[in-house]
């Protein structure tokens, strides 16, 4: 069983050693980026020029390749065979019979798979290489309550131990008569015993988690402070700052743009 | 109770602890349909669960956090949807304010609420991808007589639902009918947008077929939403439904 | 110095009308190990709940008469007041897991960064905690990576990072192997002697014999006897509700019918007085 499902992977990178706002920032400029500029070929730009050097750097290129190939493949094969078969009117590139691969489908898939393929790099570039409690510490000292970092470092956590559970809850179900595999009706009638023992032994446990934080003083008024100290640097800050900045302008311009040139 | 004291009533520490366990679990059975290779998704359990047990604005919580968390770790193209799933969880919220989770309802209740809402929502899917096609708003007697069999069918179909899936838990079978509808709204422009209509699942043969008709891109993203998630958020609150049934009353005192 | 004085306790859980607890009264001077014990249903877990300040605040539901602790009456006061002086630990080790941390280290801190403790005294107090609870070596790893017995020290080193007054034990080695449960229960023995005041829920008659100061009994929410292990672990009142006897008084029970134990001696509650009276007394 692992740890967690957090994807991170310990390193001593440069873009390790960013602060998480930072790299949150960094992502999200990109993201947008690859969003707000309208050509189809900008993403694939944005891909090699800018989300894989910055993977380079932080030792997680190969892992971020295997991930974006594992994702995007399946959807590429599906969106170009769809919509350039079935785009409707345009200039077809080749006929056979009845179907016809259309161009303006063509580019239309191109773009879409590009903005995926930015979409999920820029966020490996975050999840790859930052751990999932530092960012979530580091959100909690901008204002997010504590409450949702709680939250989201448990869930991480035991992901894997309910993933365990439903497995012996599976097999004890199929010792029993339970029946998996076969057609449609068949798995469906799997579920219902396999999702209620699941749900209703883990509600018996939250009352019990609830009283052990409260005895850690987890409601405590006041401030609290922390044991991890994430450093930062002054010219983190500016960079941040510059790029919330620049995501100001790349949502406005596109704003603007879709304003004036349709409709 | 001001506004953001009622907002704040609804997380208390039990609440906190639970969150977490929702997430999980719609994480975990969501992994396990995909792997199942069933047209549903139920990757909403935990949510509508909190919803009823803690009040729309945690079922909100729940619903952004899992499809954030879960699109970070195991399956990107959850991410986008966050918002769908906020939605979900608010309405799981507000059913169960209504009473939903708790009443029974008689089976031929259940039955007649599948049967008319199937057809009910054959009839807005075939308007939309016509509108899509043609353009104009399509006469629903048209239509009916168009399509005749279909209806028919589908009517059938839905009584069979209500009938033998729902059984007595025909009011919650009907929130969550309504929920998935609306998922399917507000989710069809992201899904079009972001994915242009396409999973990389086998949901994506129906967007196909829409496609070769001739229906626009985001229509045929709706029609496949609407075909799939009225029936997914049907049984998740239906399974909720079940869960809260089963529960000793001390559980749902919060 | 009284540290606990409980007065007429009656609590009802909110969706019941039975009352969990009636009419308790007991005090505990400052140091002593308290042994609670007592069937299922007895009301032990809610008396637990009740020292520690649970009781009322966080199960609501209706308490009459008095709980002062460390001070303070806990109606009185918040949860949060309570729980810095009062440590609770209880039976599932998994639960008490926070799952907010990913070391054991930064586990055990939790408590301190919620109360706002200072970086620099953390690092020393989690270092003390941890040596207290002999779990050093798995200070880097995952709580959740650990044995029954492991975690639930873990779960005691967080409460005792807090530095409380008083520790409230509910049953913290039932679901433990026996490895665990010696592990765990060193750990107790030795806060008890160093001066903890200890209230400890417990199953194992002969452990309660051998290191509790005192003992008390529960049935139905009431305490049924009260006083030291040899006084209550041989009672007839125990005897007759069908719990909390050991082997050693058992054995010699029957022994003492048919005429193998001295009728003047007292039963014995631990081996070494079996042992004794079996060698000493002849009838």
Known sequence: MTASISLYIAGDSGLHRLHPLTKLTLTLTILLGGFAIPYTWASYAIFLGIVLPIAIWGGIWKQMLRSVWKIVLPFAISIFLIQSLFWGEGTALFAFGPLSIEKEGVIFAMGSVGRIIVVISSFLLLTLATRPDSLMNALTKIGVPAGITYIVVTTIQIVPRFQAKAASIIDAQRSRGLITEGNLLKRTRALVPLVMPLVLSSLVDVEERAIAIEARAFNSPGSKTSLNVIPDTSTQRIARWIMFLLIVLIIGYRIWWSLTFTN | ?254 | MVVIDVHELTYTYPTTNVAALNDVSLQVTEGEFLAIIGNNGAGKSTLCYALSGFVPHFFKGTMRGRVQVAGMDTQNVTLNDLVLKVGLAFQNPFNQISGAKYTVFEEVAFGLENTGVPREQMVERVERALRLTGIDELAERSPYSLSGGQQQRVALASILVMEPQVLVLDEPTSQLDPVGSREVFQVIKEMSDSGMTVILVEHKVEWIAEFADRVVALHDGRIIAQGTPAEVLTSATLAEHGFGLSRYTTTAREALKRGLWLVERRLPTTLQEAADGFSRGKA
């Open chain 2, 1 to 254: 109770m001001s506004f953001t004291e009622s907002i704040k009533k609804e997380f208390s520490t039990r609440t906190l602890v639970l969150i977490p366990v929702a997430i999980a679990i719609n994480i975990v059975v969501g992994q396990l349909l995909i792997i199942l290779k069933l047209p549903i998704y139920l990757d909403s359990i935990g949510t509508v669960l909190v919803g009823a047990l803690a009040g729309p604005w945690a079922g909100a919580l729940t619903g952004a956090l899992t499809n954030i968390i879960w699109g970070l770790t195991l399956y990107p193209q959850a991410m986008p949807f966050f918002y769908v799933a906020a939605v979900i969880g608010a309405m799981a919220g507000i059913a169960a304010k209504l009473g939903v989770f708790e009443r029974i309802s008689p089976r031929w209740l259940s039955a007649l609420i599948g049967g008319f809402f199937f057809f009910g929502l054959t009839l807005f899917i075939l308007s939309v991808t016509t509108y899509s096609r043609e353009g104009l708003i399509p006469n629903a007697t048209d239509l009916i007589r168009q399509y005749g069999v279909v209806f028919i069918i589908i009517a059938i179909i839905g009584l069979a639902i209500g009938y033998f899936v729902l059984q007595k838990a025909g009011y919650a079978g009907l929130a969550g009918l309504i929920t998935g509808v609306v998922a399917a709204i507000i989710s069809a422009p992201t899904a079009a947008v972001v994915y242009g209509g396409v999973t990389g699942a086998g949901t994506d043969l129906v967007v196909a077929a829409f496609r070769a008709s001739g229906t626009g891109i985001l229509a045929s993203t709706f029609a496949q939403g609407a075909v799939s998630d009225p029936f997914d958020k049907m049984v998740s609150f239906l399974i909720v439904w079940l869960i809260l049934q089963a529960l000793p009353a001390r559980f749902k005192s919060r």
